[in-house]
């Protein structure tokens, strides 16, 4: 008995039940047939996922092995020979060898930043089509695979056509126009900060992290001037991340907009600019900070006494023993008797002095500040360090004021 004729005998048997009963084996069948659909549809999925990391499993050692080969070459290759190499050692380029090609490239230029500098590095891109790949992704793919190549865009330093970039950064979808956005910075060949002029762009810590990444792979030897977005942004968000910025990459021409910053009416801005002022060590803003400590919420104060540490003039401890003694938040006093123990040599013989009187939390604060086991709060301790040795940055978001 066929298949159908099992299904026509199925049909007339139902007709001869009762309504009620006729709509439940119809229900049953309708069911049964979905959950087939479901799991063919679920292995089919499967069979081909499994076909494709069997692919990457068996091309990758010899995509990367062949990268590597013509990396090291002393010869300067031809494009053209590059993909008639490739094709005659290891085959045909198809949809699904890309992805290994691509995670090889990925990866060895992790490894390395250097390598997008080797001589063959772009005729190994050309000739085997990559950027054209890419593009293509960007064009004709879900959501999911466009963020993933905006990223393999950014790490391979390559640029793409404005026209294929920007239809994503205006899209609905938060998630793609905010990593269209960032990986803009890297791949675009006209205008790479263009969205710092936009007022939508609504960056959180992932964001901001990102976007630093970005600046910091393919900018920081000609970054923008960041003084015209910190007068001119009105969202909070990415202004705080150009005051990050500009105290990471230590931009002093963009100091006298920063110092405009500890009078706006925004706490959480100010305080970002005091931390920065304060990370760059610039010594003609103590005077002023040290003087609106009183009339400020707890956090400016808190950057007020970390940026009195990191410009370490030496001429403020008098200033930090008496807020000291006003403290009434633990956590504040905690951080000003750190200052002062780590200031200089009469702070730490303060503090030995007052250790021998205090009693209760205040005792055990002094106590802890004192313990070189117990992990430092100041987030400048190391960015004093870096602007000491005029060294350049390097990439680590407690140097942005981000904390893990």
Request: glycine share 2%.
């Amino acid at each position: 008995m066929s298949f159908f004729t099992a299904i026509e005998q199925y049909l007339e048997l139902i007709s001869s039940y009762p309504f009620v009963l006729q709509v439940a084996m119809y229900f049953i069948m309708f069911n049964s047939v979905i959950a087939i659909i479901f799991i063919a549809f679920i292995y089919l999925i499967r069979g081909n996922k499994d076909k494709e990391e069997r692919i990457e499993e068996q091309l990758y050692p010899k995509q990367r092995a062949f990268i590597l080969q013509n990396l090291a070459s002393h010869e300067l290759l031809i494009s053209e020979n590059v993909l008639t190499k490739y094709t005659e050692e290891i085959g045909k380029l198809n949809n699904k060898t890309y992805d290994p090609l691509i995670t090889a490239f990925e990866d060895i230029i992790k490894s390395g930043k250097d390598i997008v500098e080797n001589k063959n590095y772009r005729s190994i891109i050309t000739g085997l089509k990559i950027e054209e790949f890419l593009i293509k992704k960007l064009d004709f793919s879900n959501t999911r695979t466009r963020l993933r190549t905006f990223q393999s865009l950014s790490v391979l330093d390559l640029t793409v056509p404005d026209s294929s970039i920007l239809p994503h950064t205006y899209s609905k979808n938060s998630f793609l126009r905010k990593e269209s956005r960032s990986s803009y910075l890297a791949i675009s060949n006209h205008d790479p900060f263009k969205f710092f002029d936009q007022q939508d762009n609504n960056l959180n810590y992932w964001d901001q992290i990102n976007l630093l990444e970005q600046l910091e792979a393919h900018h920081k030897h000609n970054l923008p001037n960041f003084s015209k977005w910190i007068k001119y942004s009105k969202n909070n968000s990415q202004l705080i991340f150009i005051i990050k910025a500009v105290s990471y990459f230590n931009q002093r021409i963009s100091i006298p907009a920063l110092t405009n910053l500890l009078d706006t009416a925004d706490h959480e801005v100010r305080k970002e600019a005091i931390i920065a002022l304060g990370e760059m060590r610039v010594v003609e803003i103590e005077e002023k900070i040290k003087a609106m400590y009183h009339h400020q919420p707890v956090s400016c104060q808190n950057a007020i006494i970390e940026a009195v540490s990191a410009i370490s003039s030496g001429e403020s401890l008098a200033f930090l023993k008496g807020i000291y003694v006003g403290a009434n938040n633990l956590d504040t006093k905690k951080l000003i008797a750190e200052v002062i123990y780590k200031y200089n040599t009469e702070g730490q013989t303060h503090i030995d002095k007052l250790h021998l009187f205090e009693v209760g939390f205040n005792k055990l604060i002094l106590e802890h500040i004192k313990n070189p086991l117990i992990p430092s709060r100041l987030r400048t301790e190391r960015k004093n360090a870096r602007h000491a040795q005029n060294s350049e940055p390097q990439f680590n978001t407690t140097n942005l004021g981000f904390s893990i």
